[in-house]
């Protein structure tokens, strides 16, 4: 209860209540991981990195296997700048993942890392383990997504014909027609230049959001079509409709302030996204707002 009620009460704003309820969490079960795990989350939320990095190795003193505090500390090795830690760490949350689904998820996590390295090379290889591997234990919808994310790598690697492979093979196992993997075409399609095919599944895409509830993903969609044909105006417009809390909004948005020539607006933006404190590893889109803004 305490945990939910942490989480809860940060996430409509009142920090210190949340504070204050995830360190009663911690004096309540004082010998289990999660709660120091959860308090190193809070912290790091916060900005106090090496005070979350003290948490998340108290979670680990309590088990060592507890996964989950490696992903907080490859999280705040990221923030701080050591990225050489980062590999490491997530291959021990690898190590003690608790099923395979979780183990085999963890080693996307580690493409993504890569992917904000800007190591696509690495992060592919990774991929394609998690795409094999998820295959051959039937985990559909982590197939289905490595594959989306390895059909955006190679497009962003300029490997236009592997695109098509990549997209056919998640459709396969996922479907062709769904919001997901028709966000993904876009956002690949788009990369390779390709923009009749990325428009197409960008309106089916909108066709889908308001049943399917990706309206963010759809004006994103829509919003870096309109910036490739250089209409600023109308990609703001559709930026100015998606929630404003999205990484990849937020990306996009500092693209459209650095074209209007709102400067310290655009580098505002970039900043946020590239030092976004609740991102996780886990998080597919955070790699490809990072790429964008890196342009910039």
């Not at 929630?243 to 459209?256: G, M």
Request: net charge negative; with cysteine.
């Amino acid at each position: 209860v305490q945990n939910i009620l942490a989480y809860t009460l940060w996430n409509t704003g009142d920090h210190d209540g949340g504070m204050k309820a995830v360190r009663k969490y911690v004096e309540l079960v004082p010998d289990h991981p999660n709660p120091y795990d959860s308090y190193g989350e809070l912290l790091q939320w916060d900005g106090r990195f090496e005070d979350a990095a003290t948490q998340y190795r108290n979670a680990v003193q309590r088990d060592q296997a507890f996964n989950a505090a490696y992903f907080g500390l490859a999280e705040i090795a990221r923030l701080t700048g050591r990225t050489s830690d980062i590999p490491g760490l997530i291959e021990q949350g690898i190590q003690y993942a608790p099923t395979t689904q979780a183990r085999i998820n963890a080693r996307r996590a580690l493409a993504n890392h890569y992917l904000m390295q800007g190591k696509r090379n690495a992060a592919m290889t990774e991929l394609a383990t998690v795409a094999e591997e998820a295959a051959a234990n039937d985990i559909d919808w982590l197939t289905t997504l490595a594959h989306q994310q390895l059909a955006l790598a190679a497009a962003m690697s300029g490997r236009g014909a592997a695109v098509d492979t990549h997209l056919q093979a998640a459709a396969d196992v996922g479907g062709a027609d769904t919001p997901a993997q028709h966000a993904w075409a876009t956002w690949a399609y788009a990369a390779v230049g390709n923009l009749d095919k990325a428009r197409t599944h960008a309106q089916q895409l909108e066709g889908k959001a308001d049943a399917a509830n990706w309206k963010t993903a759809s004006r994103a969609a829509n919003a870096l079509l309109q910036l490739h044909e250089n209409n600023t105006a109308q990609a703001l417009y559709q930026l100015e409709q998606a929630d404003p809390a999205n990484i990849v909004v937020r990306a996009l948005l500092a693209d459209c302030y650095q074209r209007m020539g709102r400067k310290a607006e655009a580098r505002t933006l970039k900043d946020e996204v590239m030092n976004d404190r609740t991102v996780s590893f886990f998080n597919s889109m955070a790699p490809i707002a990072m790429a964008h803004v890196s342009k910039l």
